[in-house]
């Protein structure tokens, strides 16, 4: 006899990111259309290298007894650690989950998932800028999602996802999962990602950034006419995913519902993205069939739209051929505009943007969007947030070599 899938919720949430350190500050953030954007210089290698790009201005530390680390050794971690541990232990927090609560599942049946794209390339960078020797005789050490779970007293299944640019929803979409097939009774998913000085010197070489450097938060423009790339960020986003059930049998908050994932892929190429959106209409169209919601029942789409001009089109057109006749009916905009690109954590801050429309009843602007290109035709948001009632949002994720994604969040029964 064939059950229904359980639904699966929010309970909790924990952030470091250029637009605030938790889901309040974040809403108001994008309300207000406030860029996180400003100057950033990672000169390491001998040469000019400051970009426009969005750096987290400040770490919090994980609240007391979530973690087993001695004093002061969150400190002394290293940056991509912390962006992972300090969310993390945040969203558990958050979600009444900690060490100890009465209702708290057993630490074997709760789950560990980070979204991380190059995890060691970025420990081999710093400990060489440190004056170590890790990238020429690697280290043998746990990886961070290994470290998080020990921290945090987790003994459920952990692993690390590597999307590209879509690494935490992929991250998202295995964690629905993990709970649905009842491996788990909670799961604590994410991601994070770091301004790399190695990261910004390639993305500078292959011209996939900004080049606007005199007014750096006016640097990301997604679908805008004079838009020349994007600018990068840096955040650790992290959940506290449940059953809806248990949820409730606990009496918390469900933020929303993880109600829908669609993935493709089609690597047409490394770094471009598909000129046919086949298979990036695909996804969108499976994660609304996932959730069982029709295109015009949507009410916001946050688009993955990084200001790339290949690639805001792309997507533009993917939205179009997915939704059909009721595109003209659906409101878009891009939070990279104001956050940056947070790479391996965008799509697990861009969940957090489409929560916060749906609680507030806003959508979040595409801000610098002064004159939108004919070669993006969606409705958008230009520069100002919007009132409006949010029921069903979704969210892409369109990851380099064609890692297609596309999350629907939905307000909680």
Known sequence: MHRPAPAIVITGIGAATPLGNSSATIADALAAGRSGVGRFDAGTYGRPQEHPAAAVADIPSPPVGTVSLEPGAFSRLGRLEQLALSPAAWAIHDAGLGAGQAKAPAPDRVGVIAGIGAEQLKAWERDYLDGGHDVFTPADRPTIVQR?????????PTTTVAAACASSGFALGLARFWLTAGWVDACVVGGCD????????AFHNLRALSRRDDAPERASRPFDRDRDGFVMGEGGVFFMLERQADADRRGVRCY??????????????????????TQAARAIGA???????????VDYINAHAAGTPVGDAAEAAAIRTALGEAVDGVPVSSTKSMSGHLISAASAFEAVACLAAIDRSFLPPTINLDEPDEACQLVHVPNRAEVAEVDVAASNSFGFGGANLCLVLRRAA
């Open 256 to 277: 929303g519902e993880l109600a829908g994932v669609g993935m493709s892929g089609d690597a047409s190429h490394m770094v471009t993205p598909c000129s046919d959106p």
């Open 287 to 297: 994660a609304l069939a996932d959730a069982g919601v029709a295109a015009e029942d």
């Open 194 to 201: 770091v301004l790399s000085p190695t990261a910004l010197a």
């Open 148 to 156: 998080l779970a020990t921290a945090l007293g987790i003994t459920g």
